[in-house]
């Protein structure tokens, strides 16, 4: 305690005697002085802690992996490996941040968590790590005597659960960047950042397989004897970057720059050991690259870099993923420090400010400011080729797509008439017209009417041998003694809709052939065949209380939806979400539609407008996203899902599939279905919805992130809740939905 009373002494009187003789200069000097040393003198106690705290890391794992076992290796949820000197390394930089700034509280971003070893099973390898832990510690004169239990270890891991953020100082660490080279004895890393309010601001990184002494070229884990090998790596903001070895304890730092080539045809190429990514290969040929890229696990490509063993480093992946800050922090720092650059595929700045994943666009640049301009060039051209590629694939991988036109000319008349139908019930509908049905959901004419208009359209335009149609309504209710004026009316609407279709306008009708094309919807559906999935009026109740509903008809070809077609009388045709009850009459009324590989459009209910082609947003920003939901009790998960991702403002509420609508057209990003347990969903409200968002860019799956199975007849077979959003966002929302399943005790 004296010798820590001393050293806080030392430190506060040295503050004050910088800041007395700072008052002393003249004001320009004072100003120039800020400008080129923007307070990184501040960090000098920080830093030496983070030196410390990787180097005891890198000792540990270094003696795990002298002698790495079967048995310290397991599989994570997501499938990715981790041993014992992942949670031990974790435990030891926590543990001696905590021992060396003890004058203020430490928040710690880390990768793993010790929910695993808090299990019955676990205790032997708790042991290990706690003995692993207490041997690296005691190599330390200064931590030599100091007692460690198995809960202190399982709580210095669980200290690293800080979600970071725009504010306040926040340790970044990756305990093992490269597990997996880790395991096959090549390159790892250990990687330590330091953010204040969103920047990263100082990094140290230990690079135990790594040459002092190399260029790329030298193949980084084969060249160099034990002695020559490890190095650690640190810089921070303002004072450069500086490399010493790890072992030699009094070797003297040296600053180290990034390379000064400027002929990209000459420039090496990093990237991480991986199944090829395309788009990597198509950059490095734009830029005349010719060496076949130079595959290191973990940061140490970062490190590397800047030193100059090599030029580029490019991290794009074949899906869609978040990228966790732990894995770029240290790295971006001792890159930009060392006169390189670290952005994103649109050369923005890597963004570490928004909690544990980055804020950035579709991949991950490392150059230098030389290369930097030509680079980002071959990126753009390369995303717009690889683009253009996919969307040609879609297309050939879709046969018989033009044997859909005649189906999709019918099934957009037919929810056309139906859409007519439905908005002359809602002008006049009265409460004694809305009734109950056995499940006490309620149906009107227009539910009836709509099915039996689409029905009737179908079997005439199309003439099929025999129409199969999957839809909600049946005749029960309605041949029952007492319904023969309720029926009457139903007949009355259908014969008036179709008589406004000039080819229909002479057809004779009966209340029988009205009851028959109702029933014509008990098909099952199903894995085989062709089948029509309708619901005649989706959102009933918001029909009747004169709000949002939908007119949603799809075309199943052996268990896949390859049409959709979707009414949407009350939504406007130029409106984001929150406005959808606010237009004249006259802009309200949309006709969505898509058939796969060619797109969604959409064009007005009423006239004869050209349909407008539609995509679904290009928002990344979570926070700014507009989540939609149903009206109906408030259901805590979507709530604790919002929260996970930031979102801040309320869900707004629109009945039917009309959501997925607007979603479609990039009125919003997000519609989550999570409903009470054991509640089935039925097809119709999901299928014509369902290819419309698709065609439109945007994904629909499960809770899993599997595609809905429309294969299994009248009810969809698929995992707890349904996630529709954009591609871009998919991986955060399915990381969100994860946890806050596992939080509220729900199984995928």
């Excluded at 075309?555 to 009388?569: N, R, Y």
């Excluded at 979102?647 to 979603?663: E, F, H, N, T, W």
């Excluded at 007849?713 to 806050?740: F, Q």
């Amino acid at each position: 305690m004296y010798k820590l009373l001393q050293r806080r002494e030392r430190v506060q009187f040295s503050e004050r005697n910088l800041r007395l003789r700072l008052l002393l200069l003249p004001s320009s000097y004072y100003y120039s002085v800020l400008v080129l040393f923007p307070v990184s003198m501040s960090y000098d106690e920080m830093l030496a802690a983070a030196k410390k705290a990787v180097s005891l890391a890198a000792r540990l794992s270094n003696d795990v992996r002298r002698s790495l076992l079967v048995s310290d290796v397991w599989t994570k949820s997501d499938d990715s490996p981790v041993t014992v000197a992942d949670y031990g390394s974790q435990a030891v930089v926590s543990l001696v941040l905590e021992r060396e700034l003890q004058n203020e509280p430490v928040s710690l971003v880390a990768e793993e968590d010790a929910g695993e070893l808090r299990k019955v099973a676990a205790e032997t390898v708790l042991a290990r790590i706690t003995e692993l832990v207490k041997d690296t510690l005691a190599t330390d004169e200064s931590y030599a005597d100091s007692p460690l239990s198995s809960d202190d270890v399982l709580n210095a891991i669980d200290s690293g659960k800080s979600e970071g953020g725009p504010k306040g100082r926040h340790w970044i660490l990756d305990p093992i960047g490269g597990t997996r080279g880790f395991i096959r004895g090549e390159q790892y890393a250990i990687g330590l950042a330091l953010l204040v309010d969103g920047k990263v601001v100082l990094g140290v990184m230990a690079c135990p397989k790594l040459p002092l002494a190399s260029t790329a070229a030298s193949n980084t884990h084969k060249s160099s004897s034990p002695e020559k090998m490890g190095c650690l790596f640190f810089g921070a903001v303002g004072t450069g970057t500086y490399v010493q070895s790890l072992h030699l304890v009094d070797s003297p730092p040296v600053k180290v720059e990034v390379s000064s080539i400027d002929d990209p045809a000459k420039a090496s190429f990093f990237e991480s050991y991986h199944t090829p990514v395309p788009i990597h290969n198509t950059i490095a040929k734009k830029l005349g690259i010719k060496e076949s890229p130079i595959k290191i696990n973990s940061q140490t490509k970062y490190a590397a870099l800047s030193r100059g063993d090599g030029e580029v480093y490019l991290r794009f992946t074949r899906k869609a993923r978040p990228e966790s800050i732990w894995n770029h922090a240290a790295g971006s720092i001792l890159v930009s420090e060392a006169g390189g650059k670290v952005t994103d595929a649109a050369g923005n700045p890597l963004d570490f400010s928004k909690g544990k994943y980055l804020d950035y666009k579709r991949g991950i640049v490392v150059t230098t400011q030389k290369l930097l301009p030509r680079l980002l060039k071959a990126v753009r051209e390369s995303i717009k080729e690889e683009e253009e590629e996919e969307e040609k694939a879609s297309v050939l991988k879709l046969p018989f797509q033009m044997s859909y036109e005649k189906e999709l000319a019918a099934a957009k008349k037919a929810v056309s008439l139906a859409a007519r139908l439905s908005q002359e019930v809602q002008k006049t509908l009265l409460q004694s017209q809305v009734w109950k049905k056995s499940d006490r959901s309620p149906v009107t004419a227009a539910d009836y009417g709509s099915q039996a208009l689409v029905s009737l359209v179908l079997e005439r335009e199309l003439q099929p041998e025999k129409l199969s149609l999957v839809a909600e309504e049946e005749t029960g209710d309605l041949r029952k003694k007492g319904s023969e004026v309720f029926l009457e009316s139903i007949t009355k609407l259908v014969k008036d809709a179709l008589a406004s279709e000039e080819s229909y306008a002479s057809s004779p009708l009966s209340t029988d052939d009205v009851l028959n094309a109702i029933d014509c919807g008990k098909s099952e559906g199903g894995c085989s065949g062709s089948h029509w999935v309708l619901d005649p009026i989706d959102g009933t109740r918001g029909f009747v209380r004169g709000e949002q509903y939908a007119v949603g008809l799809a075309l199943l070809v052996e268990g896949k939806v390859v049409l959709g077609v979707m009414a949407c009388p009350n939504l406007p045709l130029d409106s984001t979400v929150c406005e959808t009850d606010k237009s004249s009459p006259e802009h309200v009324g949309c006709l969505f539609f898509a058939t796969t590989g060619l797109g969604t459009y959409v064009q007005p209910l009423k006239g004869n407008s050209p349909p407008q082609k539609v995509r679904v947003s290009s928002n990344e920003n979570l926070e700014e996203a507009k989540f939609l939901e149903s009206y109906h009790k408030p259901i805590p998960i979507h709530g604790s899902i919002a929260k996970k991702l930031g979102i801040k403002a309320l869900p707004v509420r629109i009945d039917s599939q009309a959501k997925y609508a607007a979603l479609s057209r990039g009125d919003a990003e997000i519609y989550l279905r999570f409903t009470l347990r054991g509640h089935r969903e039925s097809i119709w409200d999901h299928a014509a919805g369902s290819i419309i968002t698709t065609e439109a860019g945007g994904v629909v799956c499960d809770a899993a992130g599997k595609p809905l199975d429309f294969s299994k007849g009248k009810y969809l077979a698929h995992k707890t809740g349904i996630i529709v959003t954009t591609k871009k966002l998919k991986p955060w929302i399915l990381k969100a939905v994860r946890e806050s399943m596992e939080e509220e005790n729900l199984h995928l």
